[in-house]
């Protein structure tokens, strides 16, 4: 079974763009989360999508934004970019956000570099 | 969540078995034990998880104390690819045990 990709791998983009991060979910699996990773804030939770509704949000501006699509593909969007949001985005994938389902599969992520 | 406490950092040789250790006192009684690592630059990788009884797949094995107040990850026989962080994570039942919360973790190395 393939696993969770994630494209692009690595993006460079300019303050005040905007920037569309794309992951395809390990097949049948329907929940999709997406993470920030830093050096200095480590891990957060951006939000999770599960049959193409937003379920869980994290604290994050709503210049963060994500869709799912029917065939539980997901994308990220983040517009006005700030030096700030430079960072490892990660998708993750599972079967389910129901109970038992606590495997979560990461894609190996996109690395966005905002200059 | 309960809190876990993991080492910073541990050495292993190569072809050796890593034994991770893990700390989580107050755990209760609903929640699970999660192992997930992460290689440099890669995204954080589910290795396994358990309740209270000891668990194995082609990864790892995964050792919990009677009274759940610890619990072990044991990678039988390390290579150089198995460095990475690892971490402990403790984690309850129900929809908003979704967000996944990494704490400091055990930077592994194993060396030729």
Redesign the interface.
């Known amino acids: 079974k393939a696993g969770?990709t994630q494209t692009p791998r690595y993006l460079i983009k300019t303050r005040g763009q905007q920037v569309t991060l794309s992951c395809s979910p390990i097949s049948g699996h329907r929940?999709v989360?997406w993470?920030q990773q830093t050096p200095g804030q480590?891990?957060q939770?951006l939000f999770?999508y599960f049959s193409e509704t937003q379920?869980?949000k994290?604290n994050f501006p709503g210049r963060f934004s994500g869709r799912q699509f029917s065939n539980s593909r997901s994308e990220m969007n983040v517009s006005t970019l700030e030096l700030g949001d430079s960072a490892?985005y990660?998708?993750?994938s599972?079967e389910s956000?129901?109970?038992g389902a606590?495997?979560?599969?990461?894609?190996?992520?996109t690395?966005l570099t905002v200059t | 969540d309960a809190k876990t406490t993991q080492p910073t950092s541990m050495d292993c040789a190569e072809g050796r078995a890593a034994n991770l250790p893990c700390n989580h006192s107050t755990i209760s009684g609903n929640e699970y034990v999660y192992w997930y690592r992460q290689i440099h630059s890669q995204g954080p990788q589910y290795i396994i998880h358990g309740l209270k009884n000891n668990e194995t797949n082609e990864m790892a094995s995964l050792i919990i104390t009677e009274d759940r107040k610890s619990s072990t990850l044991i990678l039988p026989h390390a290579t150089l690819r198995d460095t990475a962080v690892y971490y402990c994570i403790v984690r309850g039942r129900g929809n908003a045990g979704n967000m996944l919360t990494f704490g400091g973790g055990t930077r592994l190395m194993v060396k030729p």
Request: hydrophobic share 25%.
């Open positions: 969770v929940s989360s993470y480590g891990l939770f999770e379920r869980n994290g490892l990660l998708c993750a599972r956000p129901g109970q606590y495997e979560q599969y990461f894609g190996p992520g690395r």
